[in-house]
């Protein structure tokens, strides 16, 4: 059984960056595929990025050429670094795993989950 532990939110001004780390612990996170999502007040959990186990990364595309999710399966750790942010992208942002081959946008597609991590970007 995956734990999940996200670290590296805060507050940042309008077009700065953060690094969001997503840890895992007891599971062989290699087999696991991995998103990011996020749920801002008021809405629905969205999927932001996410990185299969094997192939390559998907993300939404309000993030496209911003955000960059990448994958140490040596330290069991998944970032998520996210460039020129905007007042749009403050939320709390979650790191869901999967023991899947695929790569899933729905939420409820995935069975662990960590605490979260608030990100707030100022105007």
């Known amino acids: 059984q995956v734990q999940l532990v996200e670290s590296g939110g805060g507050l940042v001004q309008a077009g700065g960056s953060l690094s969001l780390s997503c840890a895992a612990s007891?599971?062989?996170?290699?087999?696991?595929?991995v998103g990011w999502f996020r749920q801002a007040p008021g809405k629905e959990r969205e999927f932001v990025a996410g990185?299969?186990?094997?192939?390559?990364?998907r993300y939404t595309d309000s993030v496209k050429g911003r955000f960059t999710i990448s994958r140490d399966n040596a330290k069991n750790t998944v970032i998520l670094l996210m460039n020129s942010l905007r007042p749009e992208d403050t939320a709390v942002y979650y790191c869901?795993?999967?023991?899947?081959?695929?790569?899933?946008?729905?939420?409820?597609?995935?069975?662990?989950w960590g605490q979260g991590t608030q990100v707030t970007v100022s105007s």
């Open positions: 007891g599971g062989a996170f290699s087999r696991y595929s």
């Open positions: 869901a795993a999967k023991a899947t081959l695929g790569l899933y946008v729905n939420y409820d597609m995935y069975n662990h």
């Open positions: 990185i299969p186990w094997s192939g390559g990364p």
